[in-house]
């Protein structure tokens, strides 16, 4: 019986008042804890809990929105986590089993009640060097916590093309659908969609220089992209394609 079912349970029984089940419902929105308004209920709007945003926070702030984030859903992912906040951070989360990725500047709570996610589908994740793993780790992290088996491939771009070629073998007829990591010129995605029957999702990331500009001609090319069926999210957001390759398989 999910929270919303309860509360009417209840209401019908005459255990709560309309006026207190109407306080009860509002309080599944919302929860405030000191400078922060978490989005508690985005799982019941959209299956998929808030993504704590880590940059800007204080590890204290962190630690709020993680542990009420995953007493509410079993699970709480934090993104863009240096390995000083975590440590900080993690001394708050007691009672929670939590991992940092330092890699992906990921953090990941799970509550004690926590049940793993039933499998929904394979994504392919394919990053072209070794300078775009971070972000292609962060779209892994974020998808197999979603219940999606990932498939990975990184250094295979598009300056040694047989590298795609020969990692492409171990995901034609498992994946689904493919996440495509890559700075500089980014004509990965492009080249990846011109060679399988699946959705692509292309993440420009920031790697590159001089007219690279902090990735904005990655997220151009990536745009620009050439066969049809190329889906682009923002710059350096693994996370964002992560949960966009959940939606299509789910």
Do not use: H
């Not at 962060?138 to 771009?157: K, Q, S, W």
């Not at 040694?160 to 495509?180: F, P, Q």
């Not at 993440?203 to 069926?229: D, I, R, Y």
């Amino acid at each position: 019986m999910s929270e919303l079912e309860n509360i009417l349970n209840k209401l019908l029984k005459g255990e709560l008042s309309i006026k207190e089940a109407a306080t009860e419902i509002k309080k599944m929105y919302v929860k405030e804890t000191m400078k922060l308004t978490l989005d508690i209920s985005r799982a019941f709007r959209r299956d998929i809990p808030e993504i704590v945003w880590g940059e800007g926070k204080s590890a204290s702030e962190l630690a709020r929105a993680v542990k009420a984030t995953a007493e509410r859903n079993g699970y709480a992912i934090a993104t863009r986590v240096d390995f000083d906040k975590y440590r900080k951070a993690v001394r708050s989360l007691k009672g929670l089993k939590v991992e940092f990725f330092k890699e992906a500047s990921i953090l990941r709570a799970f509550s004690n009640s926590y049940v793993p996610i039933k499998k929904k589908g394979c994504v392919g994740i394919v990053a072209a060097g070794t300078s775009d793993i971070s972000v292609a780790e962060e779209a892994r992290i974020v998808a197999e916590t979603l219940g999606l088996e990932a498939i990975c491939a990184y250094d295979v771009g598009v300056a040694g093309l047989y590298r795609l070629l020969d990692s492409l073998g171990r995901m034609i007829g498992k994946a689904e659908v493919y996440i495509a990591v890559a700075g500089m010129e980014a004509s990965l995605p492009s080249v990846l969609a011109g060679l399988v029957d699946r959705p692509v999702i292309a993440v420009p990331t920031s790697t590159g220089f001089g007219v690279g500009v902090g990735g904005l001609l990655a997220l151009a090319s990536s745009l620009q992209s050439c066969p049809m069926g190329v889906a682009t999210v923002n710059i350096d957001g693994g996370a964002q394609a992560a949960v966009f390759a959940y939606m299509i398989l789910k």
